[in-house]
Nanobody
Framework: QVQLVESGGGLVQAGGSLRLSCAASGRSFSNQDMGWFRQAPGKEREFVAGISSSGGRTAYADSVKGRSTISRDNAKNTVYLQMNSLKPEDTAVYYC????????????????WGQGTQVTVSF
């Protein structure tokens, strides 16, 4: 089992920044690909960013590319999502996810999910 706990969400003005954190416990964190997804009210959950187990490979949704950075610290069992130049359309609940085998942009690739953290971007 893997437990994931997100933090760092909140209310921020457009143009501002937030850093989300996801602390993992349980199975070996350093062997897992990790991802961030988000879900806005009335919309489907969508991929935001992903990172390989070693941190050597990353991927981003076009909507956040150039504004966001995913990183991880395997010594701290934590994955981060730095988001800059936030826009109102970034408002959503952000979820951290862990993949035991191989992550991707598809939620079905992930085996464990956190409870989510709310990000609200005001005009």
């Amino acid at each position: 089992q893997v437990q994931l706990v997100e933090s760092g969400g909140g209310l921020v003005q457009a143009g501002g920044s937030l850093r989300l954190s996801c602390a993992a416990s349980g199975r070996s964190f350093s062997n897992q690909d990790m991802g961030w997804f988000r879900q806005a009210p009335g919309k489907e959950r969508e991929f935001v960013a992903g990172i390989s187990s070693s941190g050597g490979r990353t991927a981003y949704a076009d909507s956040v590319k150039g504004r966001s950075t995913i990183s991880r610290d395997n010594a701290k069992n934590t994955v981060y999502l730095q988001m800059n130049s936030l826009k109102p359309e970034d408002t959503a609940v952000y979820y951290c996810a862990a993949s035991v085998y191989s992550g991707s942009a598809y939620s079905r690739s992930y085996d464990y999910w956190g409870q989510g953290t709310q990000v609200t971007v005001s005009f």
